[in-house]
């Protein structure tokens, strides 16, 4: 049986939220760094995914593919190290 693109791509978002929901589930107050940061890692997969597949950034001009592409590296990066950085 074969799957169209948008069937399987819907799919990977279902099980991407899905896979979020129970990465944090055991969270609470006191989250480990693993939990935040692969919770943070399948929100940033998603964000690629509706970024290249509903936006249609796959078939855009290089230079927006590139500017894309640098915000999907960055944003979670930066997420990531703000919650490593602790001012007290």
Not at 2 to 17: G, H, K
């Amino acid at each position: 049986m074969l799957v169209n693109r948008e069937t399987f791509i819907l799919s990977m978002l279902l099980l991407a939220t899905a896979a979020t929901a129970l990465v944090a589930w055991p969270g609470g107050s006191e989250q480990s760094l693993l939990i935040s940061v692969s919770t943070i890692a399948i929100a940033a997969f998603k964000m690629r995914l509706i970024a290249y597949e509903f936006m249609e950034v796959r078939t855009a001009p290089l230079i927006l593919r590139i500017f894309i592409t640098v915000w999907l590296v960055a944003v979670p990066l930066t997420l990531v190290a703000l919650y490593q950085w602790k001012p007290f």
